[in-house]
């Protein structure tokens, strides 16, 4: 039985309870939200906070995307986007705003389980520990980055993207195989979320440490 602590928060109250009653007959520990709000108070509290949060919605307005903005300043739990838009340019762009895996909400919810489980075992592979590149330091603990022993702000996306480069330091990277380590193989986005992640890491990294190179053609090659 799983210990998994979730958070779920969907528009609409059927499909949210359906959503917790399958979770929680499976054997998580499930905390349900009803209002944008509480979702504050739950990713705050001292103890027992949820390892994944699952958002539904039909349609994302300003406000969900908000929602996501304030999650990221409070966290970098990882966040399944359940929505009605299937437009690729749609997905992209919540992509964009720091979600970690996007679903249609008619997909069943055996899939949606294993989603949870993916996101879950990567977090279980991680190394407790301590790593330096250069003027980098990645905190696998915290999953907090350091340059020059200064924190900088990164989402989610953006750390497994660093974690990635890290661990493969040296070597060149393919677009297709850091979509697949990064976004997973069901990833239906294309080269550009790899790039436009790349341009955000160089330009928090700064010009000072470009240690992300492009390989003209293949991908990019993360080196000191």
Do not use: N
């Not at 997909?107 to 301590?130: C, N, Q, V, W, Y």
């Not at 915290?142 to 990635?164: C, G, H």
């Not at 990277?173 to 069901?186: E, K, M, N, Y």
């Amino acid at each position: 039985m799983s210990e998994r602590r979730l958070l779920i928060l969907h528009h609409d109250e059927d499909r949210g309870r359906e959503i917790f009653s399958y979770f929680h007959d499976s054997g998580y520990q499930v905390q349900r939200c009803l209002e944008y709000d509480e979702v504050t108070e739950a990713l705050c509290q001292d103890r027992h906070k949820p390892e994944l949060m699952i958002l539904g919605t039909d349609k994302p307005e300003r406000a969900f995307y908000e929602l996501i903005d304030h999650v990221r300043e409070l966290s970098d739990l990882p966040v399944i986007m359940l929505s009605e838009d299937e437009d690729i340019q749609s997905q992209l762009y919540a992509y964009s705003r720091g979600i970690d895996d996007y679903m249609i909400q008619s997909e069943p919810l055996p899939l949606l389980e294993a989603h949870a489980e993916a996101i879950f075992r990567r977090l279980d592979g991680r190394k407790r520990s301590t790593v330096t590149a250069g003027a980098l330091t990645i905190d696998y603990e915290s999953r907090k980055l350091y340059l020059a022993d200064q924190i900088i702000k990164v989402t989610a996306k953006e750390f497994d993207l660093m974690e990635f480069f890290v661990q493969h330091k040296g070597m060149i990277l393919s677009r297709d195989r850091i979509l697949d380590a990064v976004w997973g193989f069901d990833y239906v986005g294309g080269y550009r979320s790899v790039d436009t992640l790349v341009k955000k890491l160089r330009a928090k990294l700064t010009k000072e440490y470009p240690y992300i190179q492009t390989v003209y053609g293949v991908g990019y090659c993360f080196d000191v």
